[in-house]
């Protein structure tokens, strides 16, 4: 004997949708951990109904999240894992990337800036460091390169 409608279901998703992007995939664990396995058609029925009100759009949570990593000081490649290992299309993770236009070697440098200073590194060591650092954060070789030869401007930061 079920215990909730659609109305429940719908509400519970307007919720978790109000605090931020979600992809379908998350909204449909979410919502089967708190109605159950059993409201699985129910369910997807209701996300059905906030796709087609674009309430609920895989691509907006992806464009939102690269917006979000990058503002932390991420690369395009821990961003493209990162996605993918939520779900994401791969198309659709290289059409959201393109469309950020974000400048990778700039963002590079800002980043390393931060962590680093602006001194350029001193030594052999020193710049396998901080390229190891660019690297593990996402940016790839040609990008974290960069960056170490990067001129800041003054108004660029």
Known sequence: MKEFSAND???QAMNLLSRREHL?????LKLGKRFGVDAGAEIADVLDDLAAENLLSDLRFTESYIRQRVGKGYGPDRIR???RNKG????QIELALDEAEVDWVQRAAEVRLKKFGATPPSDFKEKARQLRFLNYRGFSGEF???ALDFEPQADSF
């Open 144 to 146: 974290a390169g960069a």
């Open 81 to 83: 894992q990162e996605l």
């Open 24 to 28: 379908r995939q998350e909204l449909m």
């Open 9 to 11: 279901i719908r509400l």
């Open 88 to 91: 994401v299309d791969t198309e």
